[in-house]
């Protein structure tokens, strides 16, 4: 497997791997509000390329603000059905986070599982308010940076131009 940026070439590709990994209607879950209208972080957006020169694996990001506060929003990521429990979801997330790291993002908030991106690091979030419905036990952060949630409360809200 070889992970790359993704590329324009590569956006159809990746919206079909999300429709075959997702239910129905992904695009009306309460996340996808936060990323209307707005453009992805291109450098942290990763494509996971099989021996077939297909992708098998996709994540994305991006960036939300809370009280002012930059943060980058993770998600979603998948893997092809015929490479799950390979790793590569993981390798996908290690690889993506340690690249925000190394750009200077300071926090990552995902809407997830908790006992699957507990092993990463990320943590459950209060005082945060998610556009509706959204599950607040499902509500994760990370701090790529020391304290970097601390005292980050509020609404989250998209970066999207205008």
């Given at each position: 497997?070889q992970?790359?940026?993704?590329?324009?070439?590569?956006?159809?590709?990746?919206?079909?791997?999300?429709?075959?990994c997702?239910?129905?209607?992904r695009?009306?879950?309460?996340?996808?509000?936060?990323?209307?209208?707005?453009d992805?972080?291109?450098?942290?957006?990763?494509?996971?390329i099989?021996?077939?020169?297909a992708?098998?694996?996709?994540?994305?990001?991006?960036?939300?603000?809370?009280?002012?506060?930059?943060?980058?929003?993770?998600?979603p990521?998948?893997?092809?059905?015929?490479?799950?429990?390979?790793?590569?979801?993981?390798?996908?997330?290690?690889d993506?986070l340690?690249?925000?790291?190394?750009?200077?993002?300071?926090?990552?908030?995902?809407?997830?599982d908790?006992?699957?991106?507990s092993?990463?690091?990320?943590?459950?979030?209060?005082?945060?308010?998610?556009?509706?419905p959204?599950?607040?036990?499902?509500?994760?952060?990370?701090?790529?940076?020391?304290?970097?949630?601390?005292?980050?409360?509020?609404?989250?809200?998209?970066?999207?131009?205008?």
């Amino acid at each position: 497997m070889q992970l790359r940026q993704e590329t324009a070439e590569d956006w159809w590709e990746v919206e079909a791997l999300y429709d075959l990994c997702f239910a129905p209607g992904r695009e009306a879950l309460s996340s996808y509000r936060l990323r209307d209208g707005g453009d992805p972080v291109a450098a942290l957006n990763l494509v996971a390329i099989n021996e077939d020169a297909a992708i098998a694996g996709a994540i994305r990001y991006w960036p939300v603000q809370v009280s002012g506060a930059a943060v980058l929003l993770l998600g979603p990521v998948a893997v092809h059905p015929i490479h799950q429990g390979e790793g590569l979801g993981a390798a996908l997330i290690r690889d993506s986070l340690d690249m925000a790291r190394r750009l200077g993002w300071a926090r990552v908030l995902l809407v997830g599982d908790a006992p699957y991106y507990s092993r990463f690091g990320f943590e459950g979030l209060r005082g945060l308010i998610l556009p509706p419905p959204t599950n607040p036990d499902r509500v994760l952060g990370l701090a790529l940076q020391a304290g970097a949630w601390d005292g980050v409360t509020g609404v989250v809200e998209s970066c999207a131009a205008g």
